[in-house]
């Protein structure tokens, strides 16, 4: 059976945490879609078209991975994209509550697809993206935070 796993967030912006899991989810089955969810209370940071082409930039060497937008309930495009596996990140003891709650509810949602947690690289367990927005907003540099190619999409939006 071809196993298919999604990976949605926000990704406003991608990070190199993000990166990270991409690469190591991208090997648990035998395609990964990272899914870019669609907030619309809340415009994000950059657009989900700039999220979608950072996103496909920054995984150009990764072939079974692709880059998609979704809007409404996570459970219903994982199901669309045939997707039997959930990954989510999970950074510190902080990140639980909040994961535990979102894959409690998916679960009862749709008890065919299990949520599988993978643990921050310790380099990246204090990254998120909120950090690289507050970052760059104050004119730091983010170089060490993001892959190349966000970077070089931040210093365009910060000039
Ligand atoms: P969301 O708004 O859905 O939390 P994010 O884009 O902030 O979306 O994060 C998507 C997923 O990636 C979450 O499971 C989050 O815990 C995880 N994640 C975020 N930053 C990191 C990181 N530095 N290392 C590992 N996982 C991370």
Known sequence: MLRKVL????FDP????????????????????VGIGINSEKSGWFSVEERLEMLRACTAHL??????????????????????VMVRGMRAVTDFDYEFRIAMANRTLAPEIETVFLLARDEYSFLASSIV???A?????????????????????TV
Do not use: M, W
């Open 7 to 10: 990976y949605p967030g926000s």
């Open 63 to 84: 072939p079974n991975v692709e880059i998609a937008a979704f809007e409404g309930l996570l459970i219903h495009f994982a199901q669309q994209k045939g997707c039997s």
């Open 133 to 135: 927005r507050e970052v």
């Open 137 to 157: 907003r104050l004119g730091g540099d983010v170089t060490a935070f993001v892959p190349p190619a966000v970077a070089e999409s931040i210093a365009r939006r």
């Open 14 to 33: 991608p990070t190199l945490g993000h990166l990270d899991i991409i690469e190591r989810a991208s090997r648990l089955g035998e395609r990964l879609v």
